[in-house]
Nanobody
Framework: QVQVVESGGGLVQPGGSLRLSCAAS????????MGWYRQAPGNQRELVAE???????NYPDSMKGRFTISRDNAKNTVWLQMNSLQPEDTAVYYC???????????????WGQGTQVTVSS
């Protein structure tokens, strides 16, 4: 059983910061890419940032500058540092982990349950 669990969401004022955490646990062989996505009401889920097991990062142009993704492979954990938050950043933030249950299995994406981030004064 694989679990992907996010934490760190909450209410923050405009201009504030939050740091989200996500840990993968359970029985699996390896984790490849990990990422953060977000979904606001009425919108599609969109990529915020992703990071490979080797530490290479990818941000959509709209997310560059205010968001920083990092990970600790030994802890199967990924973080998202969010700065200068604005009301339009309000969304449910989801963590993803692309992992293999065994060395012979195909890679599959697992999702967390999501954590709410609300930016409001």
């Amino acid at each position: 059983q694989v679990q992907v669990v996010e934490s760190g969401g909450g209410l923050v004022q405009p201009g504030g910061s939050l740091r989200l955490s996500c840990a993968a646990s359970g029985r699996f062989d390896s984790i490849d890419d990990m990422g953060w996505y977000r979904q606001a009401p009425g919108n599609q889920r969109e990529l915020v940032a992703e990071i490979t097991s080797g530490g290479r990062t990818n941000y959509p142009d709209s997310m560059k500058g205010r968001f920083t993704i990092s990970r600790d492979n030994a802890k199967n954990t990924v973080w998202l540092q969010m700065n200068s938050l604005q009301p339009e950043d309000t969304a449910v933030y989801y963590c993803s982990a692309d992992l293999k249950l065994s060395r012979w299995s195909l890679r599959r994406r697992y999702w967390g349950q999501g954590t709410q981030v609300t930016v409001s004064s």
